[in-house]
């Protein structure tokens, strides 16, 4: 059983930054791609970034692309997104989730993709 646990989140102005960290407790962290989705309110759950297991591939939303970007370190199980220039229409619940496989596809971005989730974790942009 895979837990994970997101952290980083608060109240930043509009062009700030956030970095934001998933830590896994399952020793098998490493060989599983990760992504991070976001949940604004009234709104449904969205794709934001994702990492194959060796962080060689990565993918993103085209509403973060060259804004946020996901890394990885196996070393300490955490997945992390950093997120610049930040706007407020990136306030949201920010969730990290793992896949069952390692690679990354073109469903990535489809939240039945993803078998565990964590708590998430809330930003907020203020303008």
């Known amino acids: 059983q895979e837990q994970l646990a997101e952290s980083g989140g608060g109240l930043v102005q509009a062009g700030g930054s956030l970095r934001l960290s998933c830590a896994a407790s399952?020793?098998?962290?490493?060989?599983?791609?990760m992504g991070w989705f976001r949940q604004a309110p009234g709104k449904e759950r969205e794709f934001v970034a994702a990492?194959?297991?060796?962080?060689?591939?990565?993918y993103y939303a085209d509403s973060v692309k060259g804004r946020f970007t996901i890394s990885r370190d196996n070393a300490r199980s955490t997945v992390y997104l950093q997120m610049n220039s930040l706007k407020p229409e990136d306030t949201a619940v920010y969730y990290c989730?793992?896949?069952?496989?390692?690679?990354?596809?073109?469903?990535?971005?489809?939240?039945?993709?993803?078998?565990?989730w964590g708590q998430g974790t809330q930003v907020t942009v203020s303008s």
């Open positions: 990492i194959s297991w060796s962080g060689g591939s990565t």
């Open positions: 399952g020793r098998s962290f490493s060989v599983y791609a």
């Open positions: 989730a793992r896949q069952p496989r390692g690679y990354i596809n073109n469903q990535v971005h489809l939240p039945g993709q993803y078998t565990y």
